[in-house]
């Protein structure tokens, strides 16, 4: 079960969105950089070795919370581990 069905999590979650970014954006970003790097002399490859350093927005979620006041953070960041 995910901590998204969970009963317990159900307590805390009103609605959680999440995004992969699409392989044409990744590219197009790759270029991007790369042109800018190339401005400021800079190296501006992007490859298997540096992907997660030059690309910070792989991935994404959000998460709305139902209460904020009835959050406790302990408690509900171990649901999702």
Known sequence: MSFQNSPESARYIHFIEY??????????????????AKEHKRRGVIDESNLFQK????AGIRIIPLYTSRLQFGSFFCLLL
């Not at 995004?19 to 950089?33: A, G, M, N, Q, T």
């Not at 690309?55 to 792989?58: A, I, N, P, T």
């Open 19 to 36: 995004r992969i970014k699409d392989i044409e954006h990744l590219h197009e970003k790759s270029v991007r950089k790369r042109l800018e």
């Open 55 to 58: 690309v910070s927005d792989l």
